[in-house]
Each structure stands twice: as structure tokens, then as C-alpha cells.
């Protein structure tokens, strides 16, 4: 937890125990219960502050049921690269040092977890993102990567300040580029409830 959530959560329980002693003023125990009642919201608050964000948590692709194919087999090895690839960017945009490149390392790897999902369930599209996982996902983690190389070194130059700056346009491409790949994935989709959606207002306009 850090210093301004700790700070607050003691605040919480001296307000409390005041507020409530004073009520409680002409009762003996009036102070004991206070007390208790002070230290069980300082607790409660603690907890609430200290709590970690809950994290996507990444399946590891099983045997890829895809039919009689002859390239199940480098199917199967880009689905397990993209899944070392993602668990990169995790690791690295943990650590990042900047809060731009943290937050777009972060959409990164949400967008690459509902993608790699996605294709988990629908093995058959594969193929259709192959461009994806072969070379944006595998960029996206290389130059996570390379960040946090730099970061590490803890310098502070005008070469390395250049070097976080191209990272963080590099995301925003990448992100723009994930987003692009899941629309494409899931166009066959949008068009189904399109055309569900036609055929209810050509249902309701026979029944008028």
C-alpha cells in the first residue's frame, strides 16, 4: 500500500473514533467501543486500499482441434508463442516507468487476451490472424522488451528519453493495430446480428 492510501486509512480511524466517542461520552466503555470501532474502519479501509487490481488471467492454448490440417502443427506453435508473447507485455508494462507506456502496455495486453481467447475458441480463424500473431504481437512484446532493458539501466539521457518517446508512439500504434485485428476477427459476427436485427424489422413491419 502506498504512503497517501496508509495515511488516509488512519485518518478514517481517528475521525471514527472521535465522531463516536463523542456520542458516546457519557458511557464508561463509551472510549473502549470507540476504540474498536476506530481501529475495525482504519482495518476496513486498509484492506479496500490495499487490494490489487484483478489481472486477466491467461489459458495456456491446448491441443488445437482444427480438423484433418496440414499446418496444425505451426498453428499450435504461433498460439504458444503468442501466449509467451503476452505474458511479456504483462511483465514489462508492470514495470514500466512511465504512465503512458504503463497504460498502453496495459490495453495491449487486455486487447491481446481477448484476441488470443477468441481464437482459442475459434481455431478456424488462425489462419486469418497470422499477420497478427506473427509479427504485431511479437513486435509489441520485443519492444516491451527493449523498454524495460533501458529502464533497468536507471540513465538519464537525451538518446534514452528519445528511446521512450518512440515507445510510447510505437504503442499507440500497436494499440490501434490490435483494435483493428479484433474488429476484423469479428466481422462475420457484426454482420450476423446485422442481418438479425433486418430480419426482426422485416418480421414486425409483416405483422403490423
Known sequence: MNRYAKLIAIA???ITFVLFR????????????AAVLGYGVY??????LSAEPEVKKLKKPPTLKVGILTDEHELKS???DAYEDLIQIQKCYRKAKHESIRINGEKLFHTGVTIF??????PSKIRQARRYLTYYLDTAAGIMNKYIGFVETRLDTEEINKVYLETEKALEILNEAFNKQFV???QNDMMDIEADVKVLEDTLRTEE
Do not use: P, Q
Open 43 to 48: 482495518f476496513s479501509v486498509e484492506k479496500v
Open 117 to 122: 481467447e477468441h481464437l482459442r475458441k475459434n
Open 78 to 80: 504461433m498460439m504458444n
Open 184 to 186: 476484423k476477427l469479428m
Open 12 to 14: 478514517s480511524g481517528i
Open 22 to 33: 463523542s456520542v458516546t461520552a457519557a458511557y464508561d466503555i463509551g472510549w473502549f467501543l
